[in-house]
């Protein structure tokens, strides 16, 4: 049998991506090197590697700790196709298109935005313009702000510092102050709100997907026409989004009784 030649750089970034989910929490770059035994200028130089890829990502600006990034995740997720989130939220969008009437979305995080992985829209009375693959604000769309909520408030802060927060409608929330206030009602009730805030004729309600680690890994909405709306279809369809996001949360390992509980 032919011998296995073993790329060393190869090996380290490997066993960073194993550390990284064994652990199950983020750690700081002094935690690496010392679990890894290696120089804190290899561990740096793997660690910036590693994240300008996508494989890991910041956790945490101010104590500078790192996890898992969406690159892992769609990596492992590849290989697991039985538990693909596309494949295993699927039913569950045509079921809420077909009861609602509405088109329902699927999405994840990605650099400070959300792509859309997929969405139902067979039953729908109107369609939204978002396309598949493409990407929105997290602040104004009901999937980005159901994943937003999902993240402790420091790591919106620092999303959201660069620069100016973009406004899409009149109705868009563009303070910090403003956004905070609106993620804390969202981890309350379960379920985000667009009230008009991305497009001005839609109203959609949103929830974030979490696995067994009690991490977010996508969202799905259901845009309603906003003239349509009435408080019964409201209480409808926040019930309706927040079951069904509990439903796969629990599919994929989350043991919580509700969502957003450890935010």
């Known amino acids: 049998m032919e011998k296995i030649r073993i790329n060393k750089s190869a090996e380290r970034a490997l066993d960073l991506l194993v550390l990284l989910a064994k652990t199950g929490s983020a750690l700081t770059l002094n935690e690496i ?21 996508g494989f890991i990502e910041m956790d945490d600006s101010r104590l500078k700790t790192y996890r898992l990034g969406l690159a892992a995740f769609e990596t492992g997720m590849a290989y697991q196709t039985n538990m693909e989130i596309t494949q ?62 999902a993240m402790p408030d420091e790591k919106i802060e620092y999303l959201y510092s ?45 929830s974030a997907i ?7 890994v996508a969202a799905i909405s259901i845009a309603s026409v906003y003239s349509s709306l009435t408080p019964e279809r409201k209480e409808m369809v926040s019930n309706l989004i927040t079951e069904t996001a509990l439903k796969l949360s629990n599919q994929l390992g989350y043991s919580g009784k509700k969502l957003y509980m450890n935010i």
């Open 33 to 53: 090197c010392k679990e890894m035994d290696m120089p804190k200028s290899s561990g740096f130089e793997l660690v910036q590697t590693l994240l300008y890829k």
């Open 88 to 149: 295993l939220a699927r039913p569950f969008l045509l079921e809420l298109n077909k009861q609602t009437g509405s088109t329902v979305f699927l999405g994840v995080e990605d650099k400070g935005k959300v792509v859309y992985l997929d969405k139902a829209e067979n039953f729908s009375v109107m369609r939204p313009t978002a396309k598949l693959g493409s990407r929105r604000f997290l602040h104004t769309t009901g999937v980005g702000k159901a994943l937003l909520a």
């Open 162 to 206: 660069d620069g100016e927060i973009s406004r899409k409608t009149p109705f868009s929330m563009v303070t910090m102050s403003d956004i905070l206030l609106d993620m804390k009602g969202i981890r309350e009730r379960g379920y985000s709100i667009d009230d008009r805030e991305d497009n001005e004729e839609m109203y959609c309600m949103g």
């Open 210 to 216: 979490f696995d067994q680690a009690n991490q977010p």
